[in-house]
T-cell receptor, first 114, second 117 residues
Framework: GESVGLHLPTLSVQEGDNSIINCAYS??????FIWYKQESGKGPQFIID?????DKRQGQRVTVLLNKTVKHLSLQIAATQPGDSAVYFC?????????????FGTGTRLTIIP | DTGVSQDPRHKITKRGQNVTFRCDPI?????LYWYRQTLGQGPEFLTY????????KSRLLSDRFSAERPKGSFSTLEIQRTEQGDSAMYLC???????????????FGPGTRLTVL
């Protein structure tokens, strides 16, 4: 079936450095791609989304890049802080008859080293 | 805190018992979703409601699972005759869906962690 997967399960980054989390997707019909952050004991928290007709979108300290040619998505976090330590999921969203069902990948655990 | 609450936060039960979880979405949100998340995995879609109507159920939702949203506000998810494989985090999310709008962000609750012994 269709899936959204991640290249790396863990990533350690020095505080203050930039981090890049990668994601591969297989459903070329997806309408949106979304990044979620999940801290221990909490539900996923929305970070940023990108529509399938865009290549890049920037938020506060985060940038999402979408390469539809190779079906690749990345999340860049600038000047990482200890609070960025969490598991990051990419998800794709396919709109069909009004349903907005998210399909999540496995997740990457980001650890910020002080 | 996203404004979506779930109760209980943790539930330990014995195999064969029935359990029920509750989700209270953000008050003006017309859509409510249930997801299941096992350790190390991303959430998997189970079912969703628009107001009180259950519009889609995943194949993951066996006959032992039932969800309701009787008044279009809070929702319950019941698992009958629990099995050890039901152990997971059950997440609820809500959104304010409007047709033609760009992505309608889903706000997740903290989840209910179920352990079946």
């Amino acid at each position: 079936g269709e899936s959204v997967g991640l290249h790396l399960p863990t990533l350690s980054v020095q505080e203050g450095d930039n981090s890049i989390i990668n994601c591969a997707y297989s459903n070329s019909a997806s309408d949106y791609f979304i990044w979620y952050k999940q801290e221990s004991g909490k539900g996923p928290q929305f970070i940023i989304d990108i529509r399938s007709n865009m290549d890049k979108r920037q938020g506060q300290r985060v940038t999402v890049l979408l390469n539809k040619t190779v079906k690749h998505l990345s999340l860049q976090i600038a000047a990482t802080q200890p609070g960025d330590s969490a598991v990051y999921f990419c998800a794709d969203l396919l709109r069909g008859f009004g349903n907005e069902k998210l399909t999540f990948g496995t997740g990457t655990r980001l650890t910020i080293i002080p | 805190d996203t404004g979506v609450s779930q109760d209980p936060r943790h539930k330990i039960t014995k195999r064969g018992q029935n359990v029920t979880f509750r989700c209270d979405p953000i008050s003006e949100h017309n859509r409510l979703y249930w997801y299941r998340q096992t350790l190390g995995q991303g959430p998997e879609f189970l079912t969703y409601f628009q107001n009180e109507a259950q519009l889609e159920k995943s194949r993951l939702l066996s006959d032992r699972f039932s969800a309701e949203r009787p008044k279009g506000s809070f929702s319950t998810l019941e698992i009958q005759r629990t099995e050890q494989g039901d152990s997971a985090m059950y997440l609820c999310a809500s959104s304010r869906w409007a047709s033609g709008k760009s992505y309608n962000e889903q706000f997740f609750g903290p989840g209910t962690r179920l352990t079946v012994l």
